[in-house]
């Protein structure tokens, strides 16, 4: 028998059926595709990163429940003794950690579409059922779909980005509490990109016994550590914790990371600088004949073209910027692009070689 028949008979063949994540080669690119902060370490801080690191314990595991970053984790966000916390390679193991708990074969996730890939390739993973309600064309949840879904289907987990990725707005506070009113099972408020917005809904992980709150580092300047974070009541946290896979968060990570909390108002301080960006850049944006600009709590931005977006992207490309080509991924993305909010020099870049892309492609 072949490898080839041996993947037929034995891979499941909704696996067999999916596509890997694709991350694209920015090599020799000006990279504003993957929502990264562009902007590097202070010098004091990164001289004193490497002592830390230098210190951490590689010839032994790393503290299985990180408690240093927990109490530092509890100080910087106020939160309150009945909220414990979760903490992942990246937000990706906590949505993996949390399907595998909760979802499983006979049991259904449900989110809005377009959003994060992960939720509804994890449902996959793990053989669970996945719903998707279409947002309507404003990008905004269809309250009446979601909540008709949700009735229908009984959903063990519903995932919620807020802001949302793709789009990059907000949704509803009065829809949300509606859908954790409603939901039978585990609401996750996914806040990937909270450094970027005013709307914080930590609270929510304690005035709700039924939400879980999502969070990441990532988009702050470590996207490199990949460590994510779950806050939410004891209960669910130690329900969670038996399917975590032992020291998940290796020691240079917990080291680092102890490093950045404690310089977080330098983190804060870039954030700020990415918001300023943002509003320099959508403005530029809605000067640009034939794009459509999406408002955005995030540090990206969603555009649409009157052309073909897969022509501008690579036109784009050709021109050294690498963004996010939508179209195609789903109905409502179709002619999108997505933009990450670079630094002021990147942004300049990317707008020019826009404008130059789009009149290429029109000719």
């Not at 993996?96 to 449902?123: C, D, H, N, W």
């Not at 063990?156 to 954790?180: C, H, K, S, Y």
């Amino acid at each position: 028998m072949s490898v080839k028949d041996r993947i037929t008979q034995w891979v499941r063949p909704e696996v067999q059926a999916l596509s890997a994540y694709h991350v694209a080669d920015a090599a020799g690119l000006i990279k504003l595709d993957a929502m990264e902060n562009p902007f590097d370490f202070p010098a004091a801080l990164k001289a004193e990163l490497g002592a830390d690191l230098r210190d951490a314990a590689i010839n032994r595991y790393p503290d299985p429940d990180a408690g240093a970053i927990r109490a530092a984790l509890r100080e910087l966000y106020s939160l309150p003794d009945a909220v414990d916390m979760l903490f992942g390679n990246g937000s990706d193991e906590i949505i993996q950690i949390l399907a595998m708990a909760v979802a499983g074969p006979g049991r259904t996730i449900l989110s809005v579409e377009p959003s994060f890939v992960m939720y509804k390739m994890i449902a996959t993973f793990i053989g669970a059922e996945y719903v998707g309600v279409p947002l309507n064309d404003e990008f905004q949840i269809d309250a009446q779909a979601t909540l008709d879904a949700i009735k229908r289907h009984q959903p063990a987990l519903v995932f919620i980005a807020q802001p949302n990725n793709p789009t990059g707005n907000l949704f509803d506070d009065e829809t949300l509490r509606q859908i954790v009113a409603l939901s039978p099972g585990l609401v996750v408020i996914d806040e990937a990109y909270t450094a970027f917005t005013d709307a914080d809904y930590m609270s929510w992980a304690s005035e709700y016994d039924n939400v879980v709150v999502m969070r990441t580092f990532s988009k702050v300047g470590l996207a490199g550590l990949r460590f994510g974070m779950l806050f939410g009541a004891q209960e669910w946290i130690e329900q969670l914790n038996k399917v975590r896979l032992p020291y998940n968060i290796n020691c240079l990570t917990q080291n680092a990371v102890l490093t950045a909390i404690r310089h977080f108002p330098a983190f804060v301080k870039q954030t700020e600088a990415l918001r300023e960006q943002r509003s320099w850049l959508s403005a530029k944006l809605e000067e640009v004949a034939g794009v459509s600009v999406y408002p955005s709590e995030a540090n990206f931005i969603l555009v649409r073209v009157d052309l073909p977006a897969k022509s501008v992207f690579s036109e784009m490309k050709k021109r050294g910027v690498l963004i996010k080509l939508l179209d195609g991924g789903h109905p409502k993305l179709a002619g999108c692009l997505r933009l990450t909010v670079g630094s002021h020099e990147e942004n300049e870049a990317m707008l020019k070689a826009l404008i130059e892309a789009l009149e290429s492609v029109r000719g």
